[in-house]
């Protein structure tokens, strides 16, 4: 298994949006970076579903997703 290169970056935020991340990941027990992560994952599928003519939100059952979400 070949490992991944990594970047390193900074992102400015208003602190209460870091608030919020903190409080996210500490409920998670997540890092603020894997929660930016899996965002990322989050946003480019929402975005790819939105391109092919699908709509994207939260259901209220289960039976009528076409994709489940898992792991976020």
């Known amino acids: ?3 991944q290169k990594k970047v390193r970056w900074t992102i400015d935020m208003p602190s ?3 608030q919020r991340l903190t409080a996210l990941a500490d ?3 997540l890092t603020k ?3 930016t992560r899996r965002a990322l994952v989050l946003m480019e599928q929402s975005h790819d579903a ?3 003519g699908k709509h994207v ?3 209220t059952a289960s039976e009528n997703l076409e994709t489940e979400f ?3």
């Open 70 to 72: 898992i792991g976020i």
């Open 33 to 35: 970076s894997e929660i």
């Open 57 to 59: 939100g939260i259901a």
């Open 27 to 29: 409920n998670l027990g």
């Open 1 to 3: 298994m070949t490992k």
């Open 16 to 18: 209460a949006l870091d």
């Open 50 to 52: 939105i391109t092919a």
